[in-house]
Nanobody
Framework: QVQLVESGGGLVQPGGSLRLSCAAS????????MGWYRQAPGKQRELVAR???????NYADSVKGRFTISRDNAKNTVYLQMNSLKPEDTAVYSC???????WGQGTQVTVSS
């Protein structure tokens, strides 16, 4: 049974940082392309970062230079380090096995003073 469990969200001031975690079970993250998506109220869900099986990474233009996706193979976990956060980064963040219907429950990130 595949399970993805996100954690690490919360309330942070503009300019602050958060690190999100996506702990996987039932799959091996290094053998799958993984992604972090976000969805803000009234907006479409968007892919903000992806990591391929080779470790290659890609980012949405809106987060490039501020967010970093990584994985810990020993912990079978994917991370999203978010720095220099802006109010427009406020959204529910979810991890996904790319090209699959497996999603975590999501974690809320709110950037506000």
């Amino acid at each position: 049974q595949v399970q993805l469990v996100e954690s690490g969200g919360g309330l942070v001031q503009p300019g602050g940082s958060l690190r999100l975690s996506c702990a996987a079970s039932g799959i091996t993250v290094r053998l799958n392309a993984m992604g972090w998506y976000r969805q803000a109220p009234g907006k479409q869900r968007e892919l903000v970062a992806r990591i391929g099986t080779s470790g290659s990474t890609n980012y949405a233009d809106s987060v490039k230079g501020r967010f970093t996706i990584s994985r810990d193979n020993a912990k079978n976990t994917v991370y999203l380090q978010m720095n220099s956060l802006k109010p427009e980064d406020t959204a529910v963040y979810s991890c996904n096995i790319l090209s699959s219907d497996y999603w975590g429950q999501g974690t809320q990130v709110t950037v506000s003073s």
